[in-house]
């Protein structure tokens, strides 16, 4: 948990909030839900709870939380079109349940 701490190790580290700790998580990289779960010892599904407040919250500071999209392992569908954040239970081409979960990140809007 150090790598989300602020301040020098003599000075008294302030803490992040949840919400905080996954902008500071996604602005370094791609993470699925999962991933962010276990990084911050949260449930999976409080992560998805949050990323909607998230992708509110970075756009009034110039940047984006983008989301890779989730892809059907058995025939290649990908879910471009999709507006949840969760992954997609079952593919709607072929039917499968082998689909890769979505992959999200923070980037810097170029103006």
């Known amino acids: ?5 602020k301040g020098n190790k003599k000075s008294q580290p302030e803490l992040l909030t949840t ?3 996954i902008v500071v998580l996604l602005s370094r990289g791609r993470y ?3 991933e962010v779960s276990q990084e ?3 449930r999976e599904k409080e992560v998805y709870d949050h990323l909607d407040h998230i992708a509110r919250t970075v756009a009034r500071q110039k940047q984006r939380l983008l ?3 989730s892809r059907c ?3 290649g569908y990908v879910f471009n079109k ?3 954040f969760a992954k997609p239970g079952r593919c709607p081409s072929c ?5 890769r979960e979505p992959m999200y990140y923070i980037t810097k809007l170029k103006i």
């Open 19 to 21: 919400r905080q700790q």
């Open 95 to 99: 039917r499968s349940e082998h689909i």
């Open 40 to 42: 911050l010892s949260i």
């Open 32 to 34: 699925r839900a999962k």
């Open 1 to 5: 948990m150090e790598a989300f701490l």
């Open 82 to 84: 999709r507006k949840r």
């Open 67 to 69: 989301i890779e999209p």
């Open 73 to 75: 392992l058995s025939c």
